[in-house]
């Protein structure tokens, strides 16, 4: 598996080099955080809100660039256009599984961001003098693992809306509905502990915190020990059920592909 | 060697009462057509495939023909495993396609001459890469075929190129050999030369009947066109409105339905078509230029008798083209049904 993988990973490196115009997309979604950092740095002028300072503000949303470009997906865009033209059909009889190929797309455009976004993290936080990250070889290891934990709950979910293209030609509404719930959802509006103490407590059982927050509030510090493993547990619970969701629909879905003019 | 007889003798594609029904949501024209079917959707079952049965053996060519929508490329896709089948059964190579077992999976292609598997953006060369990786081909076996590809398909610079910057001929090269990389068993070519020039039309027929020959591969094509099934295959099966219409030899159902051969006569002074009735069937005849139908058995005594009769400038002896051969069992389809109608 290793070398197909590599060498699915270099043909996707290489189509993300062709596509430079897409950056000016990225550029886009990132000037969202910044746009909300900006403001809550404005509100956080006079003195800390729900417990943020301003320091904890960049801190906050620094992280929150880079969780957010790893969680970044847009698999489902791909596999609808491919199961509505009918280009899904020479990737059926290939002996590896399609979702491979999105995968490795989705990492291919990933490590080529990161290498631009990972610097200016780093200037920002350390020229931002009350910008603390809680680093101990725990909160780094956990800051991982619910890193990888975030890709797989938002990977996972939206392919599996992807999906549901087998049955319905506008599968790609869900994802944009997704996507507006995970923006207010997951973190990037706003951390979560600006929510009302009933919404928070609901928002600690659904996905869309493990798609962001979570990480972040594991580098801040906030979100340790009980609190932190109760977090993983629910992150790779929602994990389990993406995974289990997608190969069910999938086994459906391939079952009713029409296979349209292709 | 009774083993060895008895695998070349075993049938690679095994096909059992295979049907396919399609559910097709049908729209009306225009906006209100729109609106209407966006409120309450109407389905319509299509029979794609209707209760077909077929074997075909190793190594063999078999041409599939049918006008447009008769099944073909539906019975071709339930065989690679895209499709599953409404009822009945199909096995390839003993597997059962729909599961898509890797096992299977790299022992055939599926060559769609209107979709592609080449990657767009990038030069062919990288498809194969990833093809070689993905197929599990061992270095050595990949260069060989490479450079045996490239013998026979003149890929050189071609693979080179992105593939969105090659004309339509040196796509669909390119496409075979990704598709043959790993040296499949069995080939389902879905109108492989749609849209080519004659000359590549020619080359990609040399190609494929090259293939054939040198790996025992079976080989299973839908074509529109007749040159690509009279150069490739023997055998042919016809289908129409998702049944099977004919399965046999190709030479056997041409003289059944067209029993006679063409004389084409240049006159050297002006006949009528009274004179050469006694030749054979008068198809045209006006003054100094006459076509004429002479059953296939007595043709060469009739021309004999002919020439020594009629003053000829010039004559020339053809076969039926085969596209009117196959209108005419289409047309006969459609007698027969409008006669079970009755």
């Known amino acids: 598996m290793g ?9 996707a490196w290489m189509l993300s080099l062709e596509y430079r115009a897409e950056g000016v997309v990225w550029m886009m979604t990132n000037l969202m955080s910044i746009i909300m950092l900006v403001v809550w740095l404005s509100i956080s002028h006079g003195g800390p809100v729900g417990g943020f300072s301003s320091g904890d503000f960049v801190a906050y949303y620094m992280v929150g660039l880079i969780v957010r470009q790893v969680t970044g997906v847009w698999a489902s865009w791909g596999l609808s256009d491919d199961i509505r033209e009918g280009a899904l059909s020479p990737q059926l009889v290939r002996p590896i599984h399609p979702i491979h190929r999105h995968v490795a797309a989705n990492w291919a455009e990933h490590v080529m961001r990161l290498t631009m976004l990972l610097p200016i993290v780093a200037v920002v936080l350390i020229i931002t003098p009350d910008a603390r990250l809680y680093l101990t070889p725990i909160s780094i290891a956990a800051f991982m ?20 293209s087998f049955w319905t030609s506008q599968a790609t509404a869900f994802t944009q509905a997704m996507q507006g719930l995970k923006v207010v959802f997951s973190g990037i509006l706003a951390p979560l502990q600006m929510f009302p103490a009933a919404m928070q407590g609901a928002l600690n059982w659904l996905p869309f915190r493990y798609m962001l927050a979570f990480c972040n509030e594991i580098l801040l510090g906030q979100t340790r020990d009980e609190r932190l493993l109760f977090g993983l547990a629910v992150q790779w619970a929602w994990v389990l059920f993406f995974f289990i969701l997608v190969r069910i629909l999938w086994k459906l879905g391939a079952r009713s592909y029409g296979a349209v003019g292709a | 060697m009774p083993f060895a007889f008895f695998i070349s003798m075993a049938y690679q594609i095994e096909v059992t009462h295979l049907s396919k029904h399609y559910q097709v949501h049908e729209k009306e024209p225009g906006l209100m057509g729109s609106l209407r079917s966006f409120v309450a959707r109407k389905y319509r079952a299509v029979k794609a495939v209707d209760d077909v049965s077929f074997n075909i053996g190793q190594g063999e060519m078999v041409g599939f023909l049918g006008p447009n929508g008769a099944g073909k490329t539906t019975t071709l896709k339930v065989l690679a495993g895209l499709l599953y089948p409404t009822s009945g059964k199909a096995t390839v190579l003993g597997f059962t396609p729909n599961k898509r077992e890797n096992a299977y999976l790299k022992q055939f292609t599926l060559v769609m001459g209107q979709k592609q598997q080449l990657m767009w953006d990038l030069p062919a060369q990288e498809t194969f890469l990833v093809n070689q990786a993905i197929y599990e081909i061992p270095r050595a076996q990949y260069d060989a075929t490479i450079k045996e590809l490239d013998d026979l398909l003149e890929l050189g610079p071609i693979m080179k190129k992105q593939v969105r910057k090659l004309s339509l001929g040196e796509r669909m090269k390119c496409e075979l050999a990704a598709a043959l990389l790993h040296r499949p068993r069995v080939l389902f070519l879905d109108e492989p030369t749609i849209g080519l020039d004659v000359t590549m039309q020619a080359r990609i027929r040399e190609f494929i009947a090259e293939y054939n020959r040198r790996y025992g591969a079976t080989v299973m094509l839908t074509s529109h066109y007749m040159a690509d099934v009279t150069a490739l295959c023997d055998r042919i099966i016809v289908i129409d409105k998702g049944r099977l219409f004919y399965d046999g030899n190709f030479r056997a159902l041409i003289e059944r339905v067209a029993p006679y051969k063409i004389i084409k006569l240049q006159l050297a002074q002006p006949t009528t078509a009274e004179a050469l009735a006694q030749f054979g069937q008068v198809e045209s005849c006006n003054g100094l230029t006459a076509v004429l139908h002479v059953p296939r058995a007595t043709a060469t005594e009739s021309a004999a008798r002919l020439l020594s009769q009629v003053k000829v400038e010039d004559v020339t002896f053809e076969e039926p083209p085969v596209e009117d051969i196959i209108r005419e069992v289409f047309a006969g389809i459609g007698k027969d049904e409008a006669r079970g109608a009755r």
């Open chain 1, 3 to 11: 070398r197909k993988y590599l060498a699915l990973f270099r043909s």
């Open chain 1, 145 to 164: 693992l619910s890193l990888l934990g975030a890709w797989l709950v938002s990977f996972l979910s939206d392919y599996a809306i992807g999906i549901l």
